[in-house]
């Protein structure tokens, strides 16, 4: 998108923001092991990143490598909820189902 905007293809356009797509993409709810997000989740990862950077930046009293830092803090928790949730998941999909037939009572 920022090619086309840009009408040309230069290749370190990008540099520095591969933390904060992937950054809003886990804190909109994709799990970094695959199978489960939504776009609507990942544009509201946008807008949480988006109100982090105007926040910071319109605040004036911070310098602007507050955002970075806040950015991967919310990462790391997010990436632990994700974790300790699959985890939990797992441990209860594993859990042996004891089956009560109702019949011979």
Same mark, same amino acid.
Do not use: C, H, M
């Given at each position: ?10 290749? /370190?356009? !990008? *540099? ?12 909109? =709810? +994709? $799990?970094? %092991? ?8 990942? /544009?509201? !990862? *946008? ?12 605040? =004036? +009293? $911070?310098? %602007? ?8 803090? /919310? ?19 594993? %859990? ?10």
């Amino acid at each position: 998108v920022f090619s086309i905007y840009t009408q040309a293809g230069y290749a /370190l356009a !990008g *540099v520095g923001v591969e933390l904060d797509a992937i950054a809003s993409v886990v804190i909109g =709810g +994709t $799990l970094l %092991s695959g199978g489960v997000g939504t776009v609507l989740g990942t /544009l509201f !990862g *946008v807008a949480i990143q988006g109100l982090i950077q105007t926040y910071i930046n319109f605040d =004036g +009293t $911070l310098s %602007s490598w507050w955002t970075k830092i806040a950015i991967g803090i /919310l990462l790391f928790i997010f990436i632990a909820l994700q974790r300790g949730l699959t985890v939990l998941w797992e441990n209860r999909q594993s %859990s042996p189902v004891t089956r009560v037939n109702i019949a011979q009572r």
